[in-house]
């Protein structure tokens, strides 16, 4: 990933570009296969996305669309990607140039002189020439490609250009007939990695485990959510990832039966259980993680039939992914391992098959069972083709993370259930021949929990 780290001052007063070559290698690559996938007399536009104001004057920290990523590997703001299929294959890159002032101020831009050869190129220019580049480069281009989820951002700028190529009829200039949509191009593409981005991968989820050990041994009653929060993303930061995929959830109590609880303002107590869904980004690749382990060490008598029942419908999901398996077959799979749970303990009541038919289970099980992983947390790709689930294919990477959640609001439910918030998550590659379990390395079952933490927290000893 080129960031604004990888320039570095030399003692010449010259600058030395490192480059993180493997990820523009990368994004070569992609550009190559998505040139295959287009038609002849084509172009494609990717931005990378604007810096954001937080208040007054202080920006959120940059993170470029990853679309413009992954064709990339170049993440400045304000820059735009143009790809032109035409008799011969063109990749220009439309970006900030270099500007003393603002760069003493605002950091090291990359500039127009060294893209080209530093982003594997064949032109560059500077984003305030873009308008006169890009419509002269559409004269005459058929198929216009860009996100149609992004429609705000390109059609004033397209409106501009068409005017400005059909004002040109006379001289045998023509407009492009064909505004098309990339995403249901580029998003089937990044649905399926590559070795290199499975690398990568394996990478996040690797940190993203040490980052869920540190939670498990920072947690303490007393201590507030967000300070196990501090401890899980400093590991992640020491491990190698300079930032999270997504806002950081450590969930104690009841918290953890709010989905999407990101507030981490809560103290722990010791009878609790901690729902901590993290993940680290590594190159522009994300790890999501769920763990729940208690505060004192031990699981309550409730708290451990409830996780032990999670985690027999996690592990049989699991096992249900290879290819040719429908994508919700995990999910069904959890729906009756819970359901028949959930009525052996006595939180439901009824034959398990009509249950499931009316869905009763969603009192405490209100998700689905996992989502495509990637370059985001909720990555891309279609779910169903033609209206139906489809396939697990090798190169797909999902997670699988049910759970159970019993909201202390509930009537007719026995004290001792209420507030049990339970969810486990592992990232799971599909392979050739079944599954591989990318965030493998961190106790799962109520003993190794038990035994991990009584050995490693130093709080509980």
Known sequence: MLQNDSIQSASNGHSLIQPADRMIAMAKAHRHALFEKLPENSAVLVASGHEQ??????????????????????????????????????SIVFLRPRDPEQETWQGRRLGVELAPAILKIDQAWAIEEMDEQVAESLENIQHLYFSFGQLSTWMEPV??????????????????TQLCDLDAIIHEMRLI????????????????????LAAMSSVAAGKYEFQVQADLEAAFMQQGSQKV???????SGDNACILHYTENSDQMGEHQLVLVDAGAEFRGYAGDITTTFPVSGRFTEEQKKLYELVYKAQQAAIETIKPGVGYNEPHQQVIEILTAGLVEIGLLNGDVSELIKD??????????TGHWLGMDVHDVGSYKVNGCWREFEPGMVVTVEPGLYIDPGMDEIDECW????????????????????????LPRTVEAIEQWMSEHNPNLK
């Open 359 to 368: 869905e009763a289970y969603r009192a405490f099980f209100m998700h689905g």
């Open 245 to 251: 995929a997504f806002n950081s959830i450590v969930a």
């Open 418 to 441: 209420k507030g049990i918030g339970i969810r486990i998550e592992d990232d799971v590659l599909v392979t050739e021949s079944g599954c591989e379990v990318l965030t493998k390395g």
């Open 53 to 90: 104001i937080r208040n007054r004057d202080v920006e959120f920290p940059f993170r470029p669309e990853s679309d413009f990523f992954y064709l990339t590997g170049f993440s400045e703001p304000d820059s735009v990607l143009l790809l032109l299929k035409t008799s011969h294959n063109q």
């Open 193 to 212: 990695k590559s070795n290199a981005e499975i690398d990568l991968m394996r990478e996040a989820a690797r940190i993203s485990v040490a980052g869920h």
């Open 159 to 176: 409106e501009q250009w068409m005017a400005t190529l059909k004002s040109k009829v006379r001289k045998g200039v023509s407009a492009p």
